[in-house]
């Protein structure tokens, strides 16, 4: 089993409309959560970070599910530009606190 | 500030071949990661270096796969002997360590790794 799951899409969505996307982790010692954002043949960058209560940037909404070990990002009012793939991104606090990628889910907004 | 840099951005070599990565972190980050990105895949941790510690090697999918960090700075990653399989998109991240400060890793554009 993967450490971090998603579904890998692609999500096809028309502009305006709100999606969500999933992520599960495996390692329940996992104590940081992030979801970044990389665009076709760039590097990944930070889109947000993920609290226990919920937090919210704007269009973007994330949660966490510590006892189901679930993540979740919604985007609310879609735009041409959020296309990209998002990755769900995990940090174990061991002695290298390396982050573990999901695989990436993938988002085409159209117009 | 300048971000991360490394070069080159793209390398096609020959299957056999040596080819060495460089990666310039931010300045003053501690940590530095390498990862690796296959085609449609997602990021594959290969080492860590923090500070004057030993690195963290335990990603380096083979003895072929080495990295120095000169200075607590610059970093290289050398492939001996490529194959086929190494191709791939070979990302640097730094980040700066503080105990509970952010976690957030910066990353390079990645060199593009072609071998034929």
């Known amino acids: 089993r993967k450490e971090v799951e998603q579904d890998p899409g692609p999500f096809n969505v028309p502009e305006g409309a709100t999606v969500a996307f999933n992520c599960t982790y495996s390692n329940s010692a996992s104590q940081s959560f992030f979801w970044y954002r990389q665009d076709c043949r760039k590097e990944p960058k930070l889109l947000m970070s993920?609290?226990?209560s919920g937090n919210e940037d704007g269009r973007f909404t994330a949660q966490l599910n510590r006892a189901s070990q679930y993540i979740s990002l919604l985007i609310r009012d879609s735009k041409l530009s959020d296309s990209a793939t998002y990755l769900c991104v995990v940090l174990l606090y061991t002695g290298r606190r390396a982050l573990t990628f999901g695989s990436g889910t993938r988002l085409q907004v159209q117009p | 500030g300048a971000g991360v840099s490394q070069s080159p951005s793209n390398k096609v070599t020959e299957k056999g071949k040596d080819v060495e990565l460089r990666c310039d972190p931010i300045s003053g980050h501690t940590a530095l990661y390498w990862y690796r990105q296959s085609l449609g895949q997602g990021l594959e941790f290969l080492i860590y270096?923090?500070?004057?510690?030993?690195?963290?090697k335990s990603g380096l999918p083979s003895d072929r796969f080495s990295a120095e960090r000169t200075g607590g700075s610059v970093s290289t990653l050398t492939i001996q002997r490529t194959q086929q399989e190494d191709s791939a998109v070979y990302l640097c991240?730094?980040?700066?360590?503080?105990?509970?400060?952010?976690?957030?890793?910066?990353f390079g554009p990645g060199t593009r790794l072609t071998v034929l």
């Open positions: 270096f923090q500070g004057n510690s030993a690195p963290d």
């Open positions: 991240a730094s980040i700066t360590e503080i105990a509970g400060g952010p976690n957030t890793q910066y």
């Open positions: 993920v609290y226990s």
